[in-house]
């Protein structure tokens, strides 16, 4: 039977995510001669490659990718059984990682947020911005404890709750000549030059197939990656966006003088879901973060 320590399997991850085991030395303070030492180790124990060497540095072959995919399980199994058998002697004390996608952070996240560690201090969150489909692949990889994501991205075998809605809006600058209107129709805005949000790739695209099924174009002035800067192209008349109406919020509708119009369309609401792997093996300080989030959606 194969048994391979955790120190060796941190240095596995460090050299993976690194790209050089020199800079995973450098990371793990162990000296590079003593990290290639581990790697050979392994790679005799398990009789087969596990890095490809290059100019360049070193990436993981397909026996090293699964090699870091469960030990990055293995390692985050040991830290859930620490971080259990501590929470019997201290109550609710622990870490939790949530991965998150930008409307989340942007609409309600720091906010729920703020509200749980008042009610528990001892618990610390981290936090990580990423895409939907890469909320999911590291939930799989076990780089986290709770992914909050959209519902259309394929979730596998996680396990998933039903969590908020958001709804996509029209926003134009406050004098522009549709702000006054109630709500608005997608095919309204062909006409408009539209700004597009680089992080917002799905609803580009399902915009995009929308538009050419009623044989138009959706035209784009130009991509930016955060709200904020959205909201300064808008203010500036370069173009419109469509954006969630909750991200935009009133406090930015004054500041950048903004009108945010609802779009009459069935899939202009959108809904988060939140994700973990398995829901029976989560430690209690991240079961107690679902409930809060669970507890302080608002009311329909």
């Known amino acids: 039977m194969w048994q391979i320590d955790q120190v060796s399997l941190r240095l596995f991850i460090a050299i993976c995510e690194e790209g050089s085991i020199a800079r995973a030395a450098e990371r793990e303070f162990?000296?590079?001669?003593?990290?290639?030492r581990r790697v050979a180790d392994l790679e005799k124990l398990v009789g087969l490659p596990l890095l490809s060497r290059s100019q360049r540095g070193v990436r993981a072959t397909p026996a090293g990718v699964a090699l870091l995919k469960h030990a990055r399980l293995i390692m985050r199994g040991h830290e859930r059984l620490q971080a259990e058998l501590s929470e019997f002697g201290a109550g609710t004390r622990?870490?939790?990682?949530?991965?998150?996608?930008?409307s989340s952070m942007v609409e309600f996240l720091p906010e729920a947020l703020s509200q749980f560690l008042k009610l528990n201090p001892d618990i610390r969150v981290d936090v990580e911005e990423r895409v939907s489909v890469e909320i999911v692949r590291g939930l799989?990889?076990?780089?986290?404890?709770?992914?909050?994501?959209?519902?259309f991205v394929s979730t596998g075998e996680l396990d998933v709750t039903t969590y908020r809605s958001d709804h996509l809006a029209l926003v134009v600058p406050a004098d522009h000549a549709l702000a006054t209107e109630a709500s608005i129709a997608f095919e309204r805005t062909l006409d408009l030059d539209h700004l597009g949000l680089a992080l917002n790739a799905s609803?580009?695209?399902?915009?995009?197939?929308?538009?050419?099924?009623?044989?138009?174009?959706l035209r784009y002035r130009s991509f930016v990656s955060t709200f904020d800067a959205a909201y300064r192209f808008v203010q500036a008349g370069l173009a419109v966006a469509i954006l969630p109406r909750e991200a935009v919020g009133n406090v930015a509708c004054e500041q950048y003088r903004l009108a945010?119009?609802?779009l009459d369309e069935p899939w202009a609401e959108r809904r988060f879901v939140i994700c973990v792997r398995d829901r029976a093996a989560l430690t209690l300080p991240a079961t107690r973060l679902i409930e809060?989030?669970?507890?302080?959606?608002?009311?329909p």
């Open 30 to 36: 162990i000296a590079p001669s003593a990290v290639s």
């Open 260 to 262: 945010v119009i609802p």
């Open 292 to 299: 809060h989030l669970m507890a302080s959606r608002p009311r």
């Open 140 to 151: 799989e990889e076990g780089l986290a404890d709770i992914g909050i994501c959209r519902d």
């Open 203 to 217: 609803v580009n695209a399902l915009m995009e197939r929308i538009a050419l099924e009623r044989g138009r174009q």
């Open 94 to 102: 622990g870490h939790v990682r949530v991965l998150a996608n930008i």
